[in-house]
């Protein structure tokens, strides 16, 4: 079966997420809206889905993946169901849980960051909330930012199978959406990922590990990875990183 | 086997979807923080669990739910679990997954209504950002409020089962929680949803008939169901809702 994914076609946003399970599941897919309107397909096939009255359960919005006669959304949702069909998630059902609960947890550090530079309303344009951006992103970085990464790193310290996965002893699709908040978290807030005092040893070695995946590799060179950029969830606007770290010699004076 | 419900003590918050799902199980359940800290429980037995490192799959923040030798975090993730074991979800694949897309869904809209409230920071109090949730609440009340209540009324319309429920032909943990997200609406932004104008009739006669549940009335008879307050996720400043509707003479003139 070839599935069939809807998201916005110029941004990774949440859609990555999904693109990484499909990729590292050897799935057969196409992103549609990244697929040409003349062929029926482009962001005019996604919003027909979405706009759809007779659909009986329609998504709220992208990503969502059609699979056969289903359409799923909700990121989460939908990689719980690619994790059973494509052994990457646990098989039984305490471990599905869990590696479930660690995906929601990581949606919920995802809309901190895209909150950053949207703090007011996702109708609106960053230029048209900066000084609320401001005050938003210092408290993410101050707060959010390192309780997340510090319970993601002991998650890693505590699994008893090892620190190679977030969950168990094989790799799942939480280990490929940790992988993708830490390289969206580097491209946005670089200093302040820098910064971090306690650093993330494990989530570091987590996410080399997962860019060299032998098909993850091939993904991320291939031009089916979108870079990031200024229109997504991960942007990079210098003044919500964090300030260049003062030289020692500064302070001794 | 007797549930431990972790959440905080003082509001209904995300702990209330929880509560509202072991209620119409008819489930045996202790809300630990609301307990006496003599007794080991109170909000010092939710912080052991929060802070306890040896503890192997931690939660990151309650609503949290032990369930014998388990702890189970993130709402819709609990409501996962308990609406398997007590008959409040599909129990076909393709059915659960549905009602658990609704879920997030609602939390998504959820965390908006907070955010109405708290656009900058949970660490701050509201008065530390009022401005800016003025502009958040306006935004919330133009496009997101009718957006998702416009969303889960076609939900009901769509069912090909009826317009009694989100899923199906029965209740499940989805219906629990829209009535609960309607009576929180209700009580923040009581003149933005008077005046919502396509209305959501389908969703009243849901809340209606939830709240009627033999269960669920008796609950919100007792003690157990805290009052909403302005320390919660739903919370009723003026400010914050619309403006009062003009009269038509003003209109005319």
Known sequence: MRYELFYWPSIQGRGEFVRLALEQAGAEYIDVARESEAAGM??????????????????????????????IGQTANILMFLGARHDLAPTDEAGRLWAHQLQLTLADLVTHAHDTHHPIAGALYYEEQKPEARRRAA????????????????????????????????????????????????????????????????????????????????????????????????RHYRELDARPARKAAHKSK
């Open 42 to 71: 482009g962001v005019a096939a996604l919003m027909r889905w979405l706009e759809d009255e007779t659909i009986e359960r329609p998504p709220y919005a992208p990503p969502f993946l059609k699979a056969g006669d289903r359409i």
């Open 139 to 234: 408290a993410f970085r101050k707060d959010r930012l390192p309780k997340f990464l510090g319970y993601f790193e002991s998650i890693l310290r505590r699994n008893p199978h090892g620190n190679d996965h977030m969950v168990g002893e094989t790799l799942s699709y939480v280990d490929l959406s940790m992988f993708q908040v830490m390289a969206g978290l580097r491209y946005a807030f670089p200093r302040a990922m820098a910064q971090l005092k306690r650093g993330h040893p494990l989530l570091d070695a987590l996410s080399g590990r997962v860019a060299a995946l032998p098909r993850i590799s091939a993904y991320l060179a291939s031009k089916r990875r979108l870079p990031f950029n200024q229109k997504g969830i991960f």
